[in-house]
């Protein structure tokens, strides 16, 4: 996975405030700028990427740690 813009851990997060996090963060990016997102399993990699999409950002990568996390690449759309 490249090196993004920022970088977030929600592994400590239960939904809904996974997304809420991670809306904040990527608020914080300029557009075209990319946000690292360490999340578990279940809830949260169900509903982080679609939510992400939904807002209009672009979820680049999608990696399965083997642990029960995953780390999405997330790159922020056009305000």
Do not use: W
Not at 1 to 11: E, Y
């Amino acid at each position: 996975m490249s090196k993004a813009d920022s970088f977030i851990d929600i592994t400590d997060v239960v939904c809904p405030m996974t997304f809420v996090k991670s809306k904040v963060a990527i608020e914080g990016l300029e557009a075209g700028q990319t946000l690292e997102i360490h999340m578990n399993d279940g809830e949260p990699i169900q509903n982080v990427p679609r939510s992400m999409k939904d807002e209009g950002h672009t979820v680049l990568d999608v990696q399965n740690n083997d642990d029960g996390t995953y780390t999405i690449l997330v790159r922020k759309g056009e305000d």
